[in-house]
């Protein structure tokens, strides 16, 4: 069974959702990594809303305490050789600023060395024609923030003017040098109560241009905990947009998948019993969502972060879960957002936004 994607008829894959269950439940009995999350820097040149991050976080330069290149490889090298890593997520922070530019483009140099496929997830603001070609020519997968269908939207979610304006046209960029043909981009997004409206719209702009839409729900958490009341949007709401996210896919699209959180397209989480969060000090958590550490890949090695308490239990997170996510049909194949769990108090506990009407198993 593919939990991920489910029935599409054309190329919809962002490229680290997509593994097949038995591979990944092989890969945690294993004590195999198939997909990582790199935070490569903590700098950024955007100050989204809605960011994982804290208020404090994120200011550039980059903090002196960062992974080195050198410290990636040996971590890339470590993840490919013992434990078989195929896919890495490339997150900041801001990955395409200049002042990490070296570093950035030798952690793609390895990963295409070791042969480990890689997603850079950039807001866009410093892809310009020179960086679309280093991507291009790195093999690099892209996702591109897109907030909204205008200026306004976008530029007040991620903070800066005139960004709108740069992800629109880096899209472009990214077009003429075959992206939505041969190779993979997809935009992401979280939605709020400004962009609510505009989804829809984003979407079919997605599918027609070949881009992979990666639409998440908010996790209340960092710096968008200041700002709930203007982002926060009920699961009444999410549920409706969602379904109509859908209904847009099967009846123009022929694409069908089912309606489920914390991302619309059909693809679900399953990070937990596969992948690990790095972030730019060497810091290891289960997801961007749960700030709880395995271990540091500075002082430990990743079979020593995998046998930490908190890997023990997420690894193996359908055992612990609770609440109706324990009694759902789809437990064996969905957790929902763990994140969403944790920052209401409990990592095990049901996900609070999921809409799902109870069915036996
Ligand atoms: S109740 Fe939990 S396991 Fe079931 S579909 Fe919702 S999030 Fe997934
Ligand atoms: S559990 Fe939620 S926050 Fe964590 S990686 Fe999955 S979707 Fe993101």
Not at 15 to 42: C, H, K, W
Request: proline share 4%; hydrophobic share 35%.
């Amino acid at each position: 069974m593919n939990c991920n994607k489910l029935s599409f008829s054309k190329p919809d894959v962002i490229p680290v959702l997509d593994f097949e269950l038995s591979e990944i439940m092989q890969a945690r009995d294993n004590g195999n990594i198939l997909s990582l999350d790199l935070e490569i820097t903590e700098a950024c040149n955007c100050a989204c809303v809605y960011c994982y991050r804290y208020e404090s976080e994120g200011a550039q330069p980059p903090a002196p305490d960062e992974l080195t290149a050198q410290e990636i490889e040996a971590l890339l090298t470590e993840a490919k050789e013992k434990h078989d890593l195929r896919r890495i997520c490339i997150l900041g922070g801001e990955p395409l600023i200049p002042l990490i530019r070296e570093k950035y483009i030798s952690t793609l140099e390895c990963c295409n060395r070791l042969g480990i496929e890689h997603v850079t997830f950039t807001n866009g603001v410093a892809l310009d024609r020179d960086t679309a070609k280093l991507l291009h020519d790195l093999r690099a997968s892209v996702s591109l923030k897109l907030n909204g269908m205008d200026a306004l939207t976008h530029d007040t979610l991620v903070a800066r003017s005139g960004a709108f304006e740069k992800s629109m046209t880096a899209f472009n960029y990214l077009f003429e040098l075959g992206y939505g043909k041969e190779r993979s981009i997809s935009f992401e997004t979280v939605v709020t109560q400004s962009n609510y409206n505009q989804i829809p719209e984003m979407w079919r702009w997605a599918r027609e241009r070949n881009v992979v839409p990666y639409v998440e729900t908010l996790t209340v958490q960092g710096r968008s905990q200041t700002h709930t009341d203007n982002l926060v949007v009920s699961n009444e709401k999410l549920q409706r947009l969602f379904t109509q996210l859908q209904h847009i896919d099967s009846t123009e699209y022929g694409l069908e998948w089912e309606v489920l959180p914390p991302i619309a397209g059909g693809h679900r989480c399953l990070r937990y019993y596969m992948s690990m969060y790095v972030r730019a000090n060497g810091v290891v958590c289960p997801c961007v969502g749960v700030d709880l550490e395995m271990g540091s890949v500075r002082t430990n090695s990743i079979k020593e972060i995998l046998s930490s308490d908190v890997a023990c239990q997420t690894r193996y997170i359908n055992e612990h879960i609770t609440g109706k996510c324990k009694s759902c049909d789809l437990a064996q194949t969905c957790y929902g957002c763990r994140g969403a769990a944790y920052q209401q108090g409990d990592l095990f506990g049901e996900d609070p936004v999921c809409w799902r009407e109870q069915k036996n198993r």
